[in-house]
């Protein structure tokens, strides 16, 4: 997977709000994306960014998926928060679209060191929000960090698939999937996902350029019938059954 070769070929596809002829997209790209991030967001996330920043104590990582490309299993928790986790504009979607659509209730398959939670707890905070985290000691430094901000997000210590496993599936509003960068496993969980999920679930998968089978699964996922909408934003894209609608995929500018 040659990044910076997929990066130009998605500039030159990727559109504004102009050409766009879908009103659900067409409001995503004017309204959602531009919706202004709150002081609290700002304040917030500064001191928690300095903090792991600045953060050199080493941790024993437990990777139950692809793993990182760059990063050993003794990691320093600032070189966890530069490689893996959900920050700049990325972090920004995650805050928008929870403060714009009607969601109560996420599942975000993947807690790294919160700082995703953060964003999506703060855009709404009245959502309910479960994150799975399977190693231990990430999730520790998230609790005593990021969310530690934000108490009420339940945070459970499992791999994606004892959690999907053992509970009784629920249908979530908002959909995070952020780990396991393999897409075998993607297909398999998006597969599982759907009795998690109703028609307008929003699903977000992470890192779909992160490697030659990530991005083969997502364009699999784009040709699926069962999705009527896709949406590709470089390094996420967003899925959504909505089968009242035409089967459309756009590749939107972020």
């Known amino acids: 997977m040659n990044i910076f070769a997929e990066y130009i070929k998605y ?6 709000r102009h050409g766009i ?3 659900f997209v067409y409001d995503f ?3 959602c994306l531009r919706i202004p991030l709150t002081e609290e967001l700002k304040s917030k996330r500064k001191s928690i960014y300095q903090a792991y920043r600045q953060n050199q104590q080493p941790i024993q990582v437990k990777d139950f998926g692809a793993g990182s490309k760059k990063l050993g299993h003794t990691r320093k928790i600032n070189s966890i928060f530069k490689n893996s986790s959900s920050k700049g504009i990325y972090a920004d ?3 928008r679209i929870t ?11 993947g807690t790294s060191l919160g700082v995703g939670t953060l964003h999506m707890q703060l855009g709404n905070k009245n959502a309910e929000i479960t994150t799975l985290e399977a190693c231990p000691e990430t999730r520790r430094i998230a609790l005593e960090n990021s969310l530690k901000q934000i108490p009420q997000v339940t945070s459970e210590l499992t791999t994606f698939d004892d959690y999907l496993s053992k ?4 249908a979530f509003d908002f959909i995070f999937v952020d780990g396991h960068h393999d897409g075998t496993a993607l297909l398999n969980y998006l597969s599982i996902l759907d009795a998690w999920s109703h028609d307008e679930t929003i699903f977000i ?7 030659d089978g990530m991005w083969e699964a997502w364009n699999q996922i784009v040709k699926n019938s069962k999705y009527h909408l896709t949406m590709d934003l470089f390094r996420m894209g967003i899925v959504m059954k909505r089968t009242h609608q035409e089967k459309e995929h756009f590749t939107i500018k972020i």
Do not use: C, M, N
Not at 99 to 109: C, D, K
Not at 205 to 211: A, G, K, Q, T, V
């Open 93 to 95: 979607l995650l805050f």
């Open 99 to 109: 403060a714009h659509y009607p969601i109560s209730t996420v599942l975000e398959l």
């Open 205 to 211: 998968l992470d890192d779909i350029r992160w490697s």
């Open 29 to 31: 790209v004017d309204q």
């Open 167 to 170: 509970h009784t599936p629920k």
């Open 11 to 16: 500039r030159l596809k990727a559109k504004g």
């Open 21 to 23: 002829h879908s009103p």
